[in-house]
């Protein structure tokens, strides 16, 4: 089998990931009729635009991770169905999609959510485990881009200015989600990519505390020096990616329908 006929095997968009795509697509096609009116329809088509791309990107995160451990020799992701995109897969439903959703309702952090377990044992080679943990922040900041991307080319017409907006928050929340994810804290992503590299007295020890230090984390977010020094680089990086700081100021003023109006600018 070629690797090509091979991996059309192996990945198989799941029913429930396409059920999710098709309402991100139907609501965002809800919200671009909309055109500039900020009436509450109008938001909550908003709110089901940005909170069901979150999730496809949540998907698409934890297939990063899983598409590149099959790629090194971990043949279980097919097996266990990481590889279908179905987020019911990706974990416990309330700590992988549920609680990462609702920091984006309160404060429009993307939290990193989901976990795919990898047989580690299948894979040969630091620089395999280094990339098998970055795939997941890698696919948030190329959702970011393309969505940068389509903002910067695109974005012309103010009469569709409320579906730019919500583009722009939810390219915002890729952003903060691989910023947070890159963190060299046990628990994230950004451990996993040093790992491989470290004493494995120190793996052991950064093991036990990984819950822990991940909210002692969120913890420290809410400290205003922190926050702003975590925002400041968001922000820089989606200056780079083309994405509009007052876009993304609109899209979550406009995002949190239950609010009056006066938020969204």
């Avoid at 509450?40 to 990107?57: C, D, E, H, P, Q």
């Avoid at 309160?106 to 040969?124: E, K, Q």
């Amino acid at each position: 089998m070629s690797n090509v006929s091979a991996v059309r095997t192996a990945v198989r968009p799941s029913p429930a990931f396409l059920f999710v795509l098709g309402l991100f697509a139907l609501s965002g096609l809800a919200v671009w009729r909309y055109g500039m009116s900020p009436e509450r329809t109008a938001r909550l088509f908003l709110f089901l635009f940005v909170v069901s791309g979150w999730i496809v990107s949540l998907c698409l995160h934890e297939f990063g991770h899983a598409f590149f451990a099959w790629r090194s020799g971990d043949r279980s992701v097919a097996t266990k169905g990481y590889l279908t995109l179905n987020p019911l897969k990706y974990g416990d439903i309330t700590l992988s999609f549920l609680l990462p959703v609702l920091f984006v309702l309160l404060g429009g952090i993307g939290l990193p959510g989901g976990a795919v377990y990898i047989d580690r044992g299948a894979i040969r080679g630091r620089i395999r485990h280094s990339l098998i943990s970055a795939a997941g922040p890698i696919a948030n900041l190329v959702f970011a881009i393309v969505l940068g991307v389509v903002i910067t080319n695109l974005a012309k017409d103010p009469a569709h200015l409320l579906f730019w907006t919500g583009m722009a928050f939810l390219a915002f929340l890729q952003v903060t989600a691989a910023v947070l994810n890159l963190l060299p804290v046990p628990g994230l992503d950004g451990f996993g990519i040093v790992e491989p590299y470290l004493p494995r007295t120190w793996v052991a020890q950064a093991n036990k505390i990984g819950g822990y230090a991940f909210m002692a984390l969120l913890a420290l977010l809410w400290i205003p020096a922190v926050n702003e020094q975590f925002f400041s680089l968001v922000y820089h990086l989606t200056d780079l990616f083309g994405i509009d700081q007052d876009y993304v100021a609109a899209g979550h003023g406009l995002f949190q329908f239950w609010k009056s109006l006066d938020v969204a600018g």
